[in-house]
């Protein structure tokens, strides 16, 4: 299983966002067909046919909980997770 297919499991599974590392979940997104920007300690994703933008922010080498239930949200909503 790949990398960002683990990641994936991980944050639909929703065992534990604050476990999610930063890295792997930016992976995840990129993979998903996400366009990232980086402004200064934000990255911002954004993808054609997904209205909402994901901005995302280290906490450590982690994901905050909130982004990542928030990138959750937005996999379940466009069912991404079949691409």
Do not use: W
């Not at 997104?29 to 993808?47: C, P, Q, T």
């Not at 997904?50 to 995302?56: A, H, R």
């Not at 928030?70 to 909503?77: A, D, E, G, N, S």
């Amino acid at each position: 299983m790949a990398r960002q297919e683990k990641t994936l499991h991980h944050v639909l599974s929703r065992s534990g966002d604050a476990n999610v590392r930063f890295e792997d979940l930016r992976s995840l997104l990129v993979s998903l067909g996400f366009i990232e920007r980086i402004r200064g300690s934000h990255y911002m994703f954004g993808k054609n046919g997904v209205e909402e933008q994901i901005n995302l922010q280290r906490e450590g080498d982690k994901a905050k909980p909130y982004q990542v239930k928030q990138v959750r949200i937005i996999i379940l909503k466009y069912d991404l997770a079949q691409e």
